[in-house]
């Protein structure tokens, strides 16, 4: 007897623990952010606000490249301004802001700002990992 309880007990627990598993996919696949894909998702943000000024050969005194996914992720003079999986501190998401750390607030000189889908679409590729994908 005791031993079927224990049995049934391991089955209940081992069913809990599906039902808990399921239960996050669900709400990751929910959210989108992993299907955000960089080359067709963000980088024509990239191209059309941030380029030319940051391609490798304008000599941008940022020193900060976005030509393609590996200038970017290497960063200029402030380093890396991707943190995968961290959009906040992100140099890149603090330098679109009202309130960046330092010089100007990006995209410079342009008619106008990210909006708040550019800039949703930037921050949830790097939170699903900012991957080249
Ligand atoms: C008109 C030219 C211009 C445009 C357009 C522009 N930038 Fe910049 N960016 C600069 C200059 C110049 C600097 C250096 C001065 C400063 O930091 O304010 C800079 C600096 C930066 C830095 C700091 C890099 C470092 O390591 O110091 C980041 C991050 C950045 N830009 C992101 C962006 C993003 C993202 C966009 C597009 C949404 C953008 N910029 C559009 C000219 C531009």
């Avoid at 941008?60 to 490249?65: A, H, Q, V, Y």
């Avoid at 100007?104 to 679409?121: A, F, G, Q, V």
């Amino acid at each position: 007897m005791k031993t079927i309880l224990g049995v049934c007990l391991s089955i209940v627990l081992f069913a809990l623990s599906l039902l808990n598993t399921s239960d996050t996919t669900a709400l990751d696949s929910g959210s989108d952010k992993d299907s955000l894909s960089f080359k067709y998702d963000v980088f024509p943000i990239i191209e059309e606000h941030c380029l030319p000024c940051h391609l490798e050969e304008e000599r941008n005194m940022s020193r900060l490249f976005m030509d393609n996914y590996e200038m970017l992720m290497e960063g200029g003079f402030n380093g890396p301004p991707i943190e995968p999986g961290d959009p906040e501190e992100s140099l890149l998401i603090q330098k679109v802001g009202p309130n960046p750390p330092f010089g100007e607030r990006m995209p410079m000189r342009s008619d106008r700002y990210l909006n708040d889908e550019e800039l949703t679409t930037i921050k949830n590729w790097i939170e699903a990992g900012a991957e080249d994908n």
